[in-house]
């Protein structure tokens, strides 16, 4: 360990801190936003059902839906289960990096340090793993979303009658037929 490698490895922690500390707050924000989010569809839902009863009508379906997915938390925690885990997984890498820099902060403040090749090493590869996490982090949510925007497209994919189809056809080759006589832009 030597002062520049501190100075070093004191400003990546304190950047892979902030990046996690931020990531944590907005995981817990929406692991919790996800039951108060329930719960107050649960109580619109109540309110609406309620009215109807008084009318003396029946209360939508949706409403009578929303009022079950509010009273069984474990519907809304399947939800906001994979917010909570990588909730977790950045507590789980801040822990460790918080503990490595009061470390390294320690080192540095003594008079005189001793060189300490253990703690070197500890704080290489503590900062190297959450930095690692963190790059995949954001990949692994990347693909995530993509795959989550695939599927709201396959599900909103009405496949076209045979007499579409014959149709869309003969558009396209009507368009293929005009639009050849065009000069390209490109």
């Given at each position: 360990?030597?002062d520049?490698?501190?100075?070093?490895?004191?400003?990546?922690?304190?950047a892979?801190?902030?990046?996690?500390?931020?990531?944590?707050?907005?995981?817990?924000?929406r692991?919790?936003?996800?039951?108060?989010?329930?719960?107050q569809?649960?109580?619109?839902?109540q309110?609406?059902?309620?009215?109807?009863?008084?009318?003396?009508?029946?209360?939508?379906?949706d409403?009578?839906?929303?009022i079950?997915?509010?009273?069984?938390?474990?519907r809304v925690?399947?939800?906001?289960?994979?917010?909570?885990?990588?909730?977790?997984?950045?507590?789980?890498?801040c822990?460790p990096?918080?503990?490595?820099?009061?470390?390294?902060?320690?080192?540095?403040?003594?008079?005189?340090?001793?060189?300490?090749?253990?703690?070197a090493k500890?704080?290489?590869?503590v900062?190297a793993?959450?930095?690692a996490?963190l790059?995949?982090?954001?990949?692994?949510?990347?693909?995530a979303?993509?795959?989550?925007?695939?599927?709201?497209?396959l599900?909103?994919?009405t496949?076209?009658?045979?007499?579409q189809?014959?149709?869309?056809?003969?558009?396209?080759?009507?368009?293929a037929?005009?639009?050849?006589?065009?000069p390209?832009s490109?």
């Amino acid at each position: 360990m030597s002062d520049d490698y501190a100075a070093l490895i004191t400003t990546i922690i304190l950047a892979a801190l902030l990046i996690g500390s931020v990531q944590l707050a907005s995981l817990l924000r929406r692991f919790v936003g996800a039951f108060v989010e329930s719960a107050q569809r649960g109580v619109n839902a109540q309110n609406s059902a309620i009215d109807a009863i008084q009318r003396e009508e029946d209360p939508e379906p949706d409403d009578l839906e929303a009022i079950t997915v509010a009273v069984r938390p474990g519907r809304v925690l399947r939800k906001a289960i994979p917010a909570l885990a990588a909730a977790i997984i950045w507590l789980g890498i801040c822990g460790p990096l918080v503990w490595i820099l009061i470390k390294v902060l320690f080192w540095s403040a003594t008079h005189e340090p001793q060189t300490d090749p253990q703690l070197a090493k500890a704080s290489f590869y503590v900062t190297a793993g959450a930095v690692a996490v963190l790059v995949i982090e954001g990949m692994v949510r990347v693909v995530a979303e993509a795959l989550r925007n695939m599927k709201r497209a396959l599900n909103s994919y009405t496949p076209p009658t045979r007499e579409q189809r014959s149709k869309l056809f003969e558009a396209l080759a009507r368009h293929a037929g005009t639009s050849s006589n065009e000069p390209d832009s490109h």
